[in-house]
């Protein structure tokens, strides 16, 4: 096997308190929300194993602005379902294969003048049979809540639910029943989540952005600098050699894998899959299978190690990208490395 056991740095001293053995029967009710834009996408999830998916679809002709969290394209390819015929098929498609749909509607901001239009907007979703509304602003939390009191509303990353008060207030307020926590949440904050009545807990797992794009303001064009995208090393200290932290805001994203049954054993409610714009779709639904692993791993009352070794015996992408990707340069979501100390 591979000695990627090794390379795991431990805990924070805050975190490790909440490192805990799940319940086996426990890690069944955690859901894996992936991302979809097609059909091939969705057959691809469904069989890496995902349980949920989340997705968006084009505004109007005209709107200057997407509805959703992404641009209509990121790096030339796609983020949203092109048409409201595809949307109602994936939708009806997801739901024969026993799956929850989440209907991004999360901008950050929406104008007062493009409300009845974002709103018919959504309507759209819904009518196709969206089981919830992903939301990333309030005020447009406030809007939907109203014209669709029945709907029940995801807190998306924008929203930046940091506390236990204000994912009440939204639970309470405006009927969310479900929050998406920032990738910069660690352990001991996602279990004070998990202890709110009521709320679901969503954890975004993988190699999402530490970062919302463009919600830290930083320059990231020509003649302007380079911004999130911008490389840091950390100083060296005697006898180590320079370790190279990335981009600076990216510290809180990547591998959760190691950290799954501690995930379950906190009681979240689904861990999501990053990625409407991967350019590699078979790639990310790869990525959910790992996950599916992981959380049947747990359901058998494995170890993480056992676990991973199984991995390592089957899966080519575990030994020839993840530990050098990810293992080997210690991006560990929920452990204490150099590359974590550095996210702002």
Known sequence: MSEQWEMAPPHTEREAAFVAVPDPVAAASVG????????????????????????????????????????GKRDGDPTQVSNRRLLREIITQAHAAGMRVHLCADAPAVTAGDKDTFLAHVAQGIDAGADTVVVGALPTARWIAAEHPGVPLVAGTHLGVTTVAYAERLHEAYGVGRIVVPHAATLDEIAAF????????????????????????????????LGCRAGYQGTPVPEEALRDLGGFLDGASDCALCDVPSLVALGVTALQIPGRESPIVRQNAKITQMYRRALNGVAKGWSTKQTIADIDRVELMWQMGWVPRMCEQQRCRFRDTARRRAHV
């Open 194 to 225: 998990c202890e709110v009545d009521g709320l679901e807990v969503e954890v975004p797992v993988q190699t999402g952005s530490g970062a919302n794009c463009h919600a830290c303001k930083l320059p990231d064009q020509p003649g302007s600098g």
């Open 32 to 71: 894996l929300d992936a991302p979809v834009r097609n059909l091939q996408m969705l057959e691809l999830q469904i069989t890496g194993g995902a349980t949920e998916i989340y997705l968006a679809h084009r505004p109007p002709a005209g709107t200057g602005a997407s509805f959703d969290a992404l641009p």
